[in-house]
């Protein structure tokens, strides 16, 4: 062991040495500026580095491989004020990164062999909140985790999921209050059976089941009223520009009578259909009713019982988009539509 009193420039310094004469422990109160303890290795790398004064001002420790490169930094100041932690990978890019002070929060950052943030922790979004970010392979972030989503509406948290072209597929948000939780999904969810949650009088809640179907249509209902034997409704043209209706697509109009009279038959006329009692019966009795069209576009208006295949499955790792072969409809007339309101006269 040597003990000096004026090393490097005036500060004290201890060396500790091994058998062959190489250093193995160094202290030394003044380097650049700061004390500073080495440990070496056999080779008389140094492993191990506690640096009083790393740069910036503050306290480092460095642990090396048996190369010589540095793979943990600890450091008490980086730049943005706060204290980070560094652990990189073997062609020496950061691969870990832990920032005490990343904008005025802390961070932690995972990152591919290219220093490239894959995975990020940042303890303050904007002063909204935490978040947890996952990238793709070029960067963009495909999942997107927040304790706060709008800053001064406080929305509550939110999950946000993106598709390769960076457009937002999937957002669960947790609502601000009780009840306004939301899940919205561009695209398709498959799973067991569909529910709501309804609470009764005495406060029970129970399960109230969706009504399924091998193909895909939109209903509408209403009521309407005979006027000398006869009555016309118009289709609610909104709900129209969600239909397909044509010779291959025709519309299903289901009337049940609330009224005495001889009976009735549905003419399907365009954007209506029209409801005209047998015998020519002239009476004005009431009906309800019930339409049933295609959703349309080719991808729904000719579905029927599609194969399902799991998630995993496929190129994509999800459910592949299927080509599903319609079903031939009975050929019917052109409709075209509009909406359900009271039957009204015709001379």
């Given at each position: 062991?040597?003990?000096?009193?004026?090393?490097?420039?005036?500060?004290?310094a201890?060396?500790?040495?091994?058998?062959?004469?190489?250093?193995?422990?160094?202290?030394?109160?003044?380097?650049?500026?700061?004390?500073?303890?080495?440990?070496?290795?056999?080779?008389?790398?140094?492993?191990?580095?506690?640096?009083?004064?790393?740069?910036?001002?503050?306290?480092?420790?460095?642990?090396?491989?048996?190369?010589?490169?540095?793979?943990?930094?600890?450091d008490?100041?980086?730049p943005?004020?706060?204290?980070?932690?560094?652990?990189?990978?073997?062609?020496?890019?950061?691969?870990?990164?832990?920032?005490?002070d990343?904008?005025?929060?802390?961070?932690?950052?995972v990152?591919?062999?290219?220093?490239?943030?894959?995975?990020?922790?940042?303890?303050?979004?904007d002063?909204?909140?935490?978040?947890?970010?996952?990238?793709?392979?070029?960067?963009?972030?495909?999942v997107?985790?927040?304790?706060?989503?709008f800053l001064?509406?406080?929305?509550?948290?939110?999950?946000?999921?993106?598709?390769?072209?960076?457009?937002?597929?999937?957002?669960i948000?947790?609502?601000?209050?009780?009840?306004?939780?939301?899940?919205?999904?561009?695209?398709?969810?498959?799973?067991?059976?569909?529910?709501?949650?309804?609470?009764?009088?005495?406060g029970?809640?129970?399960?109230?089941?969706?009504?399924?179907?091998?193909?895909?249509?939109?209903?509408?209902?209403?009521?309407?009223?005979?006027?000398?034997?006869?009555?016309?409704?118009?289709?609610?043209?909104?709900?129209?520009q969600?239909?397909?209706?044509?010779?291959?697509?025709?519309?299903?109009?289901?009337?049940?009578?609330?009224?005495d009279?001889?009976?009735?038959?549905?003419?399907?006329?365009?954007?209506?259909?029209?409801?005209?009692?047998?015998?020519?019966?002239?009476?004005?009795?009431?009906?309800?009713?019930?339409?049933?069209?295609?959703?349309?576009?080719?991808?729904?208006?000719?579905v029927?019982?599609?194969?399902?295949?799991?998630?995993?499955?496929?190129?994509?790792?999800?459910?592949?988009?299927?080509?599903?072969?319609?079903?031939?409809?009975?050929?019917?007339e052109?409709?075209?539509?509009?909406?359900?309101?009271?039957?009204?006269?015709?001379p």
């Open positions: 062991m040597t003990i000096t009193g004026d090393y490097n420039d005036g500060g004290g201890v060396f500790a040495y091994r058998n062959d004469g190489t250093v193995s422990v160094s202290f030394d109160g003044r380097d650049d500026n700061a004390g500073t303890v080495r440990v070496r290795n056999e080779a008389g790398d140094t492993a191990v580095t506690l640096d009083g004064n790393a740069g910036d001002g503050a306290a480092l420790i460095a642990v090396d491989n048996a190369s010589g490169f540095t793979r943990v930094t600890l008490g100041g980086d943005s004020g706060g204290g980070t932690i560094t652990l990189q990978a073997g062609d020496s890019s950061s691969t870990v990164f832990l920032d005490g990343s904008g005025d929060a802390g961070a932690i950052e990152r591919n062999n290219l220093s490239q943030t894959r995975v990020l922790l940042d303890g303050e979004d002063n909204a909140g935490g978040r947890i970010e996952v990238r793709g392979e070029d960067g963009a972030t495909v997107r985790l927040r304790g706060e989503e001064a509406g406080d929305s509550g948290a939110v999950i946000e999921m993106d598709a390769e072209d960076g457009t937002e597929t999937i957002e948000d947790s609502g601000n209050v009780t009840g306004n939780a939301s899940l919205f999904v561009d695209g398709t969810i498959n799973g067991d059976t569909k529910s709501a949650v309804v609470k009764l009088d005495n029970e809640e129970r399960l109230l089941y969706c009504t399924e179907s091998p193909e895909i249509w939109f209903e509408d209902v209403g009521s309407g009223q005979l006027h000398n034997g006869f009555a016309e409704i118009v289709l609610d043209p909104e709900y129209r969600t239909v397909a209706i044509d010779a291959s697509h025709p519309m299903r109009v289901m009337v049940t009578l609330t009224d009279c001889r009976g009735v038959y549905v003419k399907k006329l365009g954007d209506r259909f029209q409801v005209r009692e047998l015998q020519g019966g002239r009476s004005n009795a009431t009906f309800d009713y019930k339409i049933i069209c295609k959703r349309r576009g080719a991808k729904y208006q000719d029927r019982l599609p194969k399902f295949e799991r998630p995993g499955v496929g190129k994509d790792r999800g459910v592949q988009e299927q080509s599903w072969p319609g079903r031939k409809e009975d050929p019917g052109p409709t075209h539509v509009q909406t359900p309101q009271e039957g009204s006269n015709q």
